[in-house]
């Protein structure tokens, strides 16, 4: 579901630009920008271990921080993974491959915290004094299956409750050509979980993991046409990291 409010907020947006037909900036400072997070009145932009702060108004750079390492306050470059940045209420929150940290606005570190589990946890956001992330479950001897969970964990990173868990397909075996994923977002502390294999349907959770409530809405599916088919077969023929993970199989 959340990819189908991008896609409109994004067709909304190219329209938005048709009509005003006014350029207010560009970014000069970046070469290779891999995200964004938009907040307020800022533009935040990433760019491996580093963070550009713009103001939205006129694209000019208000500041940039950040460093690559593994010292305080310095996240690793990894080929295949983004570090990512978000715009809180009063702070600033990254997040790497290794740990996470919380900066003040103006960019003054204020504590770091080490992941449990390196890469096998990401999607990490903070909900009060706890998390929520995005595991990666390895087989066990009962089940041989992989599983992403999301999963509660506590300040330290320790995980507390699994909310929801989805199987993952391994590469030898599946190859998914529609793929989906867990899609959650915490907004005043709350946690709201798109749970598409279930329908349209909305889990909400408080910050201790308790559900509070779900937001369901039923629906007719949309047939998929030979048009539809066509397109789906093209982006995945083209996606180079389909291609990769194709190669390495």
């Given amino acids: 579901m959340r990819k189908i409010i991008l896609i409109i907020v994004m067709i909304l947006l190219l329209l938005g630009t048709r009509v005003q037909g006014e350029k207010i900036g560009a970014w000069t400072e970046v070469l290779k920008p891999e995200s964004i997070e938009v907040s307020k009145d800022r533009l935040y932009v990433v760019e491996g271990a580093i963070f550009y702060v713009y103001s939205l108004k006129d694209l000019s750079l208000i500041t940039k921080f950040g460093k690559s390492g593994e010292g305080p306050g310095e996240l690793k470059v ?51 004094e706890n998390f929520v992330a995005i595991r990666i479950l390895s087989p066990t001897e009962k089940d041989k299956k992989y599983y992403l969970a999301l999963s509660l964990l506590d300040p330290e990173m320790n995980v507390k409750k699994i909310l929801y868990k989805q199987e993952f397909p391994e590469r030898e075996k599946d190859i998914i050509m529609v793929t989906d994923s867990i899609h959650f977002e915490v907004y005043k502390d709350k946690l709201y979980v798109e749970e598409s294999e279930r329908g349209f349907l909305i889990e909400v959770f408080d910050s201790t993991g308790s559900q509070l409530f779900e937001i369901k809405k039923n629906f007719t599916k949309r047939k998929v046409t030979e048009k539809d088919k066509a397109a789906i077969l093209k982006n995945f023929k083209e996606d180079n990291f389909i291609r990769m993970m194709v190669k390495g199989a």
């Fill in 78 to 128: 990894v080929p295949m993974f983004s570090n990512r940045i978000k715009a809180l209420h009063d702070k600033l929150f990254v997040e790497g491959m290794s740990k996470v940290i919380f900066f003040s606005k103006d960019a003054k570190l204020l504590r770091e915290i080490r992941k449990k589990g390196g890469f096998t946890t990401f999607k990490v956001m903070p909900i009060k």
